[in-house]
């Protein structure tokens, strides 16, 4: 037979949920300003006064050069749904990225800080943007399964849409080598959920074929050059061009795969060869890379950014070493970085 409930346990009970009450008529009643503030983080352009040299960015070796006395990490814009592709555009000083279950991209401009919304809409739920070495610019579609190029006189050509007969997954990121080749990886996170393109409802995590890297040569022939990874993401070139580096995402559907950075070495037969992963990474003790990471760039100078969950922002002095070097601590999960000169990354 169960013991009646006490009275000292109802008093308890009664006193928690007048405290529940309590506050949530506190929030209701608060003012929208007030209730913003507590939104407003140190990135905010109204947020707490911070001293130089930036605490976030923290200098873990020596051979990290990339903190300057009196530069701040700061926030160009906030309020898309999913930002990613960040691409900067070296003539006109603006930078481009995309908001990719809003099916637009964005432009912020240098001169005066401007915004403008959809600056391409519908963008095909596009993911990653690049620039060709003639300021053409690159995107990949998530939404329509394509490579696309935008002209000078605006418009659109379909660089590729299909490879060995069978349509794209999604594809996700692009980088361009100097010699007219373009690279660019189908993980086909696009073709899994209609949040960021289209569900194909194929039951299989690669949508429509094996998940690859492919080189464009002239629009519309798309050629298989690697498939090791299990979902190929991040692309960028070593400073010579001579390597290219992949980041493998493939952690969030393959169990049995890992979180890395694979290399491989570009030939004049404009093939990726000799695949094979970079160590792992560590900070503290541990690896840097030990939950999926979004992509990565290289800058001029020789540095592997990395986008890291764990991490945030990463740079390693150099592509082979065992260690983190630098690290910026972004607002943001899942931080992906643009190239905008030797000494200048954008982050979102």
Not at 73 to 84: C, D, K, P, Q, V
Request: hydrophobic share 35%; proline share 7%.
């Amino acid at each position: 037979m169960s013991k009646p409930t006490t009275k000292k346990h109802d008093e308890n009970t009664r006193r928690n949920f007048l405290a529940k009450v309590g506050g949530i008529a506190a929030l209701t009643a608060m003012a929208p300003q007030a209730f913003a503030r507590n939104f407003i983080d140190k990135y905010d352009a109204d947020g707490p006064i911070a001293r130089y040299p930036n605490p976030d960015v923290i200098v873990l070796d020596k051979r990290f050069k990339y903190k300057l006395g009196n530069t701040p990490i700061l926030r160009l814009y906030r309020g898309t749904m999913w930002a990613e592709g960040p691409a900067w555009n070296g003539v006109g000083r603006y930078l481009i990225w995309s908001d990719i279950p809003a099916n637009e991209q964005l432009r912020w401009i240098e001169e005066d800080g401007h915004v403008s919304r959809q600056f391409r809409y519908p963008s095909g739920n596009s993911n990653g943007n690049t620039f060709d070495f003639l300021g053409r610019q690159i995107a990949c579609e998530h939404g329509n399964r394509r490579v696309v190029r935008y002209e000078y006189n605006g418009t659109q050509t379909v660089m590729a849409d299909k490879a060995g007969g069978k349509g794209f997954n999604a594809p996700n990121d692009a980088a361009c080598h100097p010699n007219g080749w373009l690279y660019f990886t189908d993980p086909g996170y696009g073709g899994l959920m209609n949040y960021e393109g289209e569900r194909l409802n194929t039951g299989s995590p690669r949508p429509i074929q094996k998940e690859a890297i492919y080189r464009i040569d002239k629009p519309g022939t798309a050629i298989k050059v690697a498939d090791e990874p299990f979902k190929p993401n991040g692309i960028c070139f070593s400073p010579d061009y001579k390597k290219a580096y992949v980041a493998d995402t493939g952690l969030s559907h393959y169990p049995s795969a890992k979180s890395v950075i694979w290399q491989y070495d570009v030939d004049s037969s404009r093939k990726l060869r000799n695949p094979r992963v970079l160590p792992a990474w560590k900070w503290t003790g541990k690896s840097a890379l030990r939950t999926v990471f979004a992509v990565t760039r290289t800058v001029t100078c020789g540095p592997a950014w990395v986008g890291s969950v764990t991490a945030m922002m990463v740079c390693t002095a150099s592509p082979l070493t065992e260690r983190v070097s630098g690290r910026f601590v972004c607002p943001r999960s899942y931080p992906t970085s643009a190239l905008a000169e030797p000494s200048e990354t954008g982050c979102l």
